[in-house]
């Protein structure tokens, strides 16, 4: 067994330093190709002429540049998660101050429909850390179904005698089955400018909790496209 898991860890390393080297390497590629391109323009004898691509290609530069920071701000985001600071919650008041948050950002763009426990309910979690988990999985979620006629998200709370669980729904375009686990990967993104570390900061929040995070396949006629689950 023991070998099985200094396998699986050696094997996790091996694809994390890949998509490392991987996103690394397509943000200098073209930072490098561009630097000499606009080193060669400068020495141009008719530098007027060439002002319009020296300019383009630092503009591009500052793009790329932007793109390579915007990265490794959310790999060290990852990798410095701390252990979760524990203390009682109120369910009802983590689900309101989080939907607080989310208005702020989408306001009446993005319509969210909030299912509160009937009953008061304490959870021991880190608040900040929870909360966070939410937004991102919110904020992932107006995005799928932004673009919808009449889009809505869903913030539901479900309580059983030994657990709780919050699920986020959205009723956008829907995600690929084959598809579920590999959107939690670190730095995996199906959206344009997204760094795929939402939905994995999201995960290793909730798994440092004790609890899981999955996607949920959608009902038949059901209005929700995907649903997100968090058991804690």
């Known amino acids: 067994m023991e070998a099985g898991l200094q396998a699986a860890e050696a094997q996790a390393l091996r694809d994390l330093l890949q998509i490392l080297s991987h996103e690394i390497m397509n943000s200098l590629t073209p930072i490098v190709s561009l630097s000499v391109t606009a080193e060669e323009l400068f020495t141009d004898a008719d530098k007027t002429a060439s002002f319009p691509f020296i300019r383009e290609a630092l503009i591009t530069l500052r793009r790329r540049a932007e793109g390579l920071d915007k990265f490794i701000r959310g790999y060290r985001e990852l ?14 008041v983590l689900l309101r101050e989080t939907q607080t948050l ?62 709780a669980a919050i699920l986020v729904r959205d009723n956008g375009t829907g995600l690929d089955p084959s ?11 199906f959206k344009e400018n997204g760094n795929g570390v939402g939905l994995s900061l999201a995960r290793q929040i909730v ?15 059901s209005l929700w496209s995907t649903t997100f689950r968090i058991r804690l």
């Open 79 to 92: 990798a410095r998660l701390p252990p979760p600071d524990l203390a009682p919650v109120a369910l009802e």
């Open 102 to 163: 989310f208005q702020a950002r989408w306001g009446a763009g993005v319509p969210l429909d909030v299912c509160l426990p009937s009953t008061r309910v304490l959870i021991r979690v880190d608040k900040a850390q929870i909360e966070q988990a939410l937004l991102n999985l919110l904020n992932n979620a107006a995005e799928a179904c932004a673009g919808q006629p009449s889009p809505l998200v869903q913030l539901v709370a479900e309580v059983t005698d030994d657990a």
């Open 179 to 189: 598809l579920h686990e590999e959107i939690f990967h670190p730095f995996v993104s």
């Open 207 to 221: 798994l440092g909790h004790g609890g899981s995070l999955g996607v949920e396949a959608p009902e038949p006629e």
